[in-house]
């Protein structure tokens, strides 16, 4: 009865820690990014680490948006970026001055590619929030 007991035990901590696993979707780094003045007039920047633990998934979007979640205007040289299964990308963003204020998160959103095959309707999103 002592072994049944810990046998499931067992179980019930790998099933645990699988779910845990699959839970993790992508990681964007640092947590609280800052933006601070780039070599541009009027022009901030910051920079992100995208690292993607997905393997349906090598595309992510990056966006910035406001304390409602509305679209702040930046650029960087792709918004789409791809992130190939278990490698880590950088990421420069660039803000004018005038939308500094506004800008209260950068976020990063998986981007699934329709194919017959694979059945993945899951997209994963991360954000961050600015210093």
């Known amino acids: 009865m002592r072994n049944v007991k810990w046998f499931l035990v067992g179980v019930l901590i790998s099933v645990v820690m699988v779910a845990c696993s699959e839970a993790i979707a992508h990681e964007m780094t640092p947590t609280y990014p800052k933006l601070r003045p780039s070599f ?12 993607n633990r997905r393997q349906d998934v090598e595309y992510y979007e990056v966006g ?15 918004k789409i970026v791809k992130v190939s299964y278990l490698s880590k990308v950088n990421i420069n963003v660039y803000i004018k001055a005038k939308d500094v204020n506004k800008a209260v998160y ?8 329709k194919e017959q095959d694979v059945r993945t309707v899951v997209a994963s999103r991360i954000c961050s929030k600015f210093k």
């Open 40 to 51: 541009a007039e009027d022009i901030y920047t910051t920079s992100i680490d995208l690292f």
């Open 64 to 78: 910035i948006f406001d304390k409602d979640f509305k679209v702040v205007p930046f650029t960087t040289i792709y």
């Open 106 to 113: 950068i976020c990063s959103q998986s981007k699934i590619r």
